[in-house]
């Protein structure tokens, strides 16, 4: 079993407290080293870490007073005690917890480095607006609902289409169809743009009548297809504002990642 201790769990424990957390400010060493935010057993705590336990604390909403100030001091604190106790056990020299704890060092300093470019590289608005235009001019102004069934052979998807023009159900007809995601549902692929699929399949989608499947088996990389046109309406888009956040969290990502396939690029590596 995992513990942690919690910040906000002792924040929320001085509200019903004032007294004891009154008495705690009383008990700061009068001679802690310069600098230092607590001593435990001599040894000090900075202040930097503090700060920054408070800085966190007070971006996931708590509100910065007394009552944070004392319960950040409490869980330091208490921190420091358990990681004593885990060094006069040896655990310290741990080499499977120093590869752990220089894993976790690391992986802070990979997203400071990628905070601190990003803040160089900032995404444009302008960039942003050119994606969401770039993406709603590609998926069209019309969405479809089909269905399909897909085979691995032209002779089986011939032999399936063969049994829907003598009338039996494209949803039973499903059942045999390779595509685990859509065959328990009568080969149901739901609303689409037809530019989310492949170009084989969108091609023949956008030829159909309502109601009608293809006469031939389509084929594409993944087999081939029996499609249905169930019905088609207008595409409705979210607007700018509502697209905005996800367009930019994504272009981001596409930034940072394009700036690490170039760090990789160039480094040596033996």
Excluded: C
Excluded at 108 to 127: G, M
């Amino acid at each position: 079993m995992k513990y942690t201790l919690s910040v906000l769990s002792l924040a929320v424990m001085t509200a019903f407290a004032p007294a004891a957390m009154a008495q705690k400010a009383k008990e700061k060493p009068a001679a802690a080293a310069e600098g230092a935010f607590a001593t435990v057993n001599g040894k000090a705590i900075p202040q930097g870490r503090a700060d920054v336990m408070i800085r966190n604390q007070i971006a996931q909403g708590q509100q910065d007073g007394e009552q944070l100030q004392q319960a950040v001091r409490e869980e330091l604190i208490r921190r420091e005690v358990i990681t004593q106790a885990a060094a006069s056990k040896g655990l310290d020299k741990n080499p499977a917890l120093i590869a752990q704890a220089d894993l976790a060092r690391q992986a802070v300093l990979i997203q400071a480095y990628l905070q601190d470019y990003l803040r160089a590289h900032p995404i444009t608005e302008a960039t942003i607006k050119a994606e969401y235009d770039k993406v709603k001019a590609g998926l069209g102004d019309k969405e479809y609902k089909a269905r399909h069934i897909l085979v691995k052979t032209e002779d089986k998807a011939k032999e399936i289409i063969g049994k829907l023009q003598a009338g039996e159900k494209f949803e039973d007809l499903a059942k045999d169809s390779e595509d685990p995601g859509s065959k328990e549902r009568g080969g149901d692929l739901g609303w689409s743009s037809p530019a989310q699929y492949v170009k084989p399949f969108s091609e023949a989608l956008v030829k159909l009548e309502k109601g009608k499947f293809t006469p031939q088996p389509v084929r594409s990389d993944f087999g081939y297809h029996i499609i249905k046109l169930e019905d088609v309406r207008d595409l409705k888009l979210p607007s700018y504002e509502e697209a905005k956040p996800q367009i930019a969290q994504r272009l981001e990502q596409q930034t940072i990642a394009a700036h690490v396939n170039e760090l990789r690029q160039k480094a040596t590596v033996k």
